[in-house]
T-cell receptor, first 116, second 112 residues
Protein backbone atom coordinates (compact mmCIF):
# COMPACT_ATOMS: atom_id res chain seq x y z
CA UNK A 1 0.00 0.00 0.00
CA UNK A 2 0.97 3.63 -0.40
CA UNK A 3 2.91 5.04 2.54
CA UNK A 4 3.43 8.64 3.54
CA UNK A 5 5.87 9.56 6.26
CA UNK A 6 6.38 12.73 8.23
CA UNK A 7 9.43 13.88 10.09
CA UNK A 8 9.69 14.74 12.86
CA UNK A 9 6.72 13.18 14.62
CA UNK A 10 7.19 15.45 17.64
CA UNK A 11 8.89 18.80 17.97
CA UNK A 12 9.17 21.23 20.84
CA UNK A 13 10.73 24.59 20.20
CA UNK A 14 11.12 28.01 21.71
CA UNK A 15 9.03 30.93 20.56
CA UNK A 16 10.65 32.74 17.66
CA UNK A 17 12.42 29.77 16.12
CA UNK A 18 11.59 28.18 12.78
CA UNK A 19 10.57 24.57 12.42
CA UNK A 20 10.67 22.46 9.27
CA UNK A 21 8.38 19.48 8.80
CA UNK A 22 8.96 16.98 6.03
CA UNK A 23 6.34 14.94 4.21
CA UNK A 24 7.50 12.07 2.02
CA UNK A 25 5.67 9.64 -0.20
CA UNK A 26 7.75 6.51 0.22
CA UNK A 27 6.61 4.24 -2.58
CA UNK A 28 4.82 6.44 -5.07
CA UNK A 29 5.12 9.77 -6.78
CA UNK A 30 2.94 12.66 -5.72
CA UNK A 31 2.63 15.73 -7.88
CA UNK A 32 0.32 17.23 -5.30
CA UNK A 33 0.58 17.19 -1.54
CA UNK A 34 -1.63 18.86 1.02
CA UNK A 35 -0.95 20.32 4.44
CA UNK A 36 -3.57 20.28 7.18
CA UNK A 37 -3.64 21.63 10.70
CA UNK A 38 -5.64 20.21 13.55
CA UNK A 39 -6.15 21.99 16.85
CA UNK A 40 -7.14 19.97 19.93
CA UNK A 41 -10.62 18.49 19.70
CA UNK A 42 -11.17 20.06 16.29
CA UNK A 43 -11.22 18.66 12.80
CA UNK A 44 -8.55 19.00 10.14
CA UNK A 45 -8.37 22.28 8.29
CA UNK A 46 -6.69 22.46 4.90
CA UNK A 47 -3.85 24.97 5.00
CA UNK A 48 -2.36 24.74 1.55
CA UNK A 49 -1.98 22.68 -1.58
CA UNK A 50 1.58 21.97 -2.61
CA UNK A 51 2.39 21.28 -6.25
CA UNK A 52 5.76 19.95 -7.35
CA UNK A 53 7.79 22.61 -9.09
CA UNK A 54 5.39 25.48 -8.51
CA UNK A 55 4.19 27.77 -5.76
CA UNK A 56 1.81 26.45 -3.17
CA UNK A 57 -1.80 27.55 -3.04
CA UNK A 58 -2.85 28.73 0.38
CA UNK A 59 -6.32 28.64 1.88
CA UNK A 60 -7.92 31.86 2.97
CA UNK A 61 -6.57 33.06 6.29
CA UNK A 62 -3.30 31.11 6.11
CA UNK A 63 -0.23 33.36 5.99
CA UNK A 64 2.05 32.22 3.20
CA UNK A 65 5.04 34.07 4.65
CA UNK A 66 4.62 32.30 7.96
CA UNK A 67 4.01 28.82 6.61
CA UNK A 68 6.56 28.29 3.86
CA UNK A 69 5.93 25.32 1.63
CA UNK A 70 8.42 23.78 -0.75
CA UNK A 71 7.67 20.84 -3.02
CA UNK A 72 10.99 20.28 -4.72
CA UNK A 73 10.53 16.70 -5.81
CA UNK A 74 7.76 14.24 -6.58
CA UNK A 75 8.23 12.56 -3.21
CA UNK A 76 8.95 15.40 -0.81
CA UNK A 77 7.14 18.46 0.44
CA UNK A 78 8.28 20.57 3.37
CA UNK A 79 6.38 22.95 5.61
CA UNK A 80 8.40 25.51 7.53
CA UNK A 81 6.72 27.34 10.37
CA UNK A 82 8.70 30.56 10.59
CA UNK A 83 9.10 32.49 13.83
CA UNK A 84 6.84 30.06 15.61
CA UNK A 85 4.66 31.27 18.45
CA UNK A 86 2.63 29.35 21.04
CA UNK A 87 -0.54 29.79 18.99
CA UNK A 88 1.12 27.78 16.21
CA UNK A 89 1.17 24.75 18.48
CA UNK A 90 -0.91 22.17 16.67
CA UNK A 91 -0.98 18.82 14.95
CA UNK A 92 0.18 19.14 11.35
CA UNK A 93 -0.80 16.39 8.89
CA UNK A 94 0.21 16.08 5.27
CA UNK A 95 -1.33 14.00 2.54
CA UNK A 96 -0.12 13.00 -0.89
CA UNK A 97 -2.20 12.58 -4.01
CA UNK A 98 -0.92 9.69 -6.03
CA UNK A 99 0.15 10.82 -9.51
CA UNK A 100 -1.08 7.63 -11.10
CA UNK A 101 -4.67 6.75 -10.42
CA UNK A 102 -7.27 9.24 -9.33
CA UNK A 103 -8.90 10.57 -6.23
CA UNK A 104 -6.93 8.85 -3.49
CA UNK A 105 -5.02 10.80 -0.92
CA UNK A 106 -2.70 9.05 1.46
CA UNK A 107 -2.18 10.68 4.82
CA UNK A 108 0.95 10.94 6.88
CA UNK A 109 1.00 10.12 10.60
CA UNK A 110 1.17 13.78 11.61
CA UNK A 111 3.66 16.02 13.40
CA UNK A 112 2.86 17.47 16.76
CA UNK A 113 4.37 20.91 17.29
CA UNK A 114 4.61 22.54 20.70
CA UNK A 115 5.93 26.07 20.86
CA UNK A 116 6.97 27.23 24.31
CA UNK B 1 -17.23 26.62 0.01
CA UNK B 2 -17.98 23.05 1.01
CA UNK B 3 -19.07 22.58 4.62
CA UNK B 4 -19.13 19.17 6.22
CA UNK B 5 -21.03 18.44 9.41
CA UNK B 6 -21.10 15.31 11.52
CA UNK B 7 -23.77 14.29 13.99
CA UNK B 8 -23.55 13.39 16.79
CA UNK B 9 -20.39 15.07 18.04
CA UNK B 10 -19.98 12.39 20.68
CA UNK B 11 -21.50 8.98 21.19
CA UNK B 12 -21.21 6.44 23.98
CA UNK B 13 -22.63 2.95 23.54
CA UNK B 14 -22.34 -0.42 25.28
CA UNK B 15 -20.32 -3.11 23.59
CA UNK B 16 -22.21 -5.12 21.00
CA UNK B 17 -24.55 -2.38 19.85
CA UNK B 18 -24.96 -1.42 16.23
CA UNK B 19 -24.55 2.27 15.58
CA UNK B 20 -24.81 4.89 12.87
CA UNK B 21 -22.68 7.97 12.39
CA UNK B 22 -23.96 10.74 10.16
CA UNK B 23 -22.20 13.10 7.81
CA UNK B 24 -23.75 15.87 5.73
CA UNK B 25 -22.21 18.18 3.16
CA UNK B 26 -23.50 21.33 1.54
CA UNK B 27 -22.21 20.96 -2.03
CA UNK B 28 -23.31 17.77 -3.76
CA UNK B 29 -20.69 18.18 -6.50
CA UNK B 30 -18.21 15.88 -4.82
CA UNK B 31 -15.65 13.58 -6.36
CA UNK B 32 -15.57 11.10 -3.52
CA UNK B 33 -16.23 10.74 0.19
CA UNK B 34 -14.00 9.02 2.67
CA UNK B 35 -14.42 7.90 6.25
CA UNK B 36 -11.41 7.97 8.55
CA UNK B 37 -10.64 6.88 12.04
CA UNK B 38 -8.35 8.89 14.30
CA UNK B 39 -7.05 7.64 17.62
CA UNK B 40 -6.01 10.26 20.21
CA UNK B 41 -2.80 12.00 19.20
CA UNK B 42 -2.47 9.90 16.07
CA UNK B 43 -2.86 10.38 12.34
CA UNK B 44 -5.67 9.21 10.13
CA UNK B 45 -6.59 5.67 9.20
CA UNK B 46 -8.68 5.38 6.08
CA UNK B 47 -11.72 3.14 6.59
CA UNK B 48 -13.85 3.39 3.48
CA UNK B 49 -13.76 5.37 0.26
CA UNK B 50 -16.92 5.91 -1.78
CA UNK B 51 -16.67 7.33 -5.26
CA UNK B 52 -19.39 9.77 -6.27
CA UNK B 53 -20.91 7.18 -8.61
CA UNK B 54 -21.23 4.60 -5.83
CA UNK B 55 -23.91 4.27 -3.20
CA UNK B 56 -22.15 2.21 -0.58
CA UNK B 57 -18.98 0.43 0.43
CA UNK B 58 -18.47 -2.33 2.95
CA UNK B 59 -15.46 -3.52 4.88
CA UNK B 60 -15.94 -6.09 7.62
CA UNK B 61 -18.28 -4.66 10.25
CA UNK B 62 -18.32 -1.26 8.56
CA UNK B 63 -20.75 -0.10 5.92
CA UNK B 64 -20.78 3.39 4.46
CA UNK B 65 -23.56 4.75 2.29
CA UNK B 66 -23.67 7.83 0.14
CA UNK B 67 -26.66 9.85 -1.05
CA UNK B 68 -25.01 12.54 -3.09
CA UNK B 69 -28.19 14.32 -4.10
CA UNK B 70 -29.20 14.92 -0.50
CA UNK B 71 -25.66 15.57 0.66
CA UNK B 72 -25.51 12.76 3.18
CA UNK B 73 -23.44 9.79 4.14
CA UNK B 74 -23.74 7.35 6.99
CA UNK B 75 -21.22 5.00 8.56
CA UNK B 76 -22.77 1.92 10.07
CA UNK B 77 -20.76 -0.05 12.61
CA UNK B 78 -22.10 -3.46 13.47
CA UNK B 79 -21.52 -5.23 16.79
CA UNK B 80 -19.38 -2.47 18.24
CA UNK B 81 -16.27 -3.34 20.25
CA UNK B 82 -14.21 -1.34 22.76
CA UNK B 83 -11.44 -1.21 20.17
CA UNK B 84 -13.73 0.82 17.95
CA UNK B 85 -13.43 3.73 20.38
CA UNK B 86 -11.92 6.63 18.42
CA UNK B 87 -12.89 9.77 16.55
CA UNK B 88 -14.48 9.17 13.18
CA UNK B 89 -14.07 11.78 10.48
CA UNK B 90 -15.76 12.02 7.15
CA UNK B 91 -14.22 14.03 4.34
CA UNK B 92 -15.41 14.97 0.88
CA UNK B 93 -13.21 15.84 -2.03
CA UNK B 94 -13.83 17.87 -5.12
CA UNK B 95 -11.90 18.38 -8.35
CA UNK B 96 -10.72 14.88 -9.16
CA UNK B 97 -9.82 14.05 -5.62
CA UNK B 98 -8.10 17.23 -4.56
CA UNK B 99 -9.26 19.54 -1.84
CA UNK B 100 -10.49 17.38 0.99
CA UNK B 101 -12.95 19.04 3.35
CA UNK B 102 -13.24 17.36 6.72
CA UNK B 103 -16.20 17.09 9.00
CA UNK B 104 -16.16 18.00 12.64
CA UNK B 105 -15.84 14.40 13.75
CA UNK B 106 -17.77 12.04 16.00
CA UNK B 107 -16.03 10.86 19.15
CA UNK B 108 -17.11 7.28 19.81
CA UNK B 109 -16.72 5.44 23.10
CA UNK B 110 -17.68 1.78 23.29
CA UNK B 111 -18.13 0.67 26.87
CA UNK B 112 -17.08 -2.90 27.71
Amino acid sequence: GAVVSQHPSWVICKSGTSVKIECRSLDFQATTMFWYRQFPKQSLMLMATSNEGSKATYEQGVEKDKFLINHASLTLSTLTVTSAHPEDSSFYICSALRTSGVGTQYFGPGTRLLVL
Amino acid sequence: KQEVTQIPAALSVPEGENLVLNCSFTDSAIYNLQWFRQDPGKGLTSLLLIQSSQREQTSGRLNASLDKSSGRSTLYIAASQPGDSATYLCAVSTNTGNQFYFGTGTSLTVIP
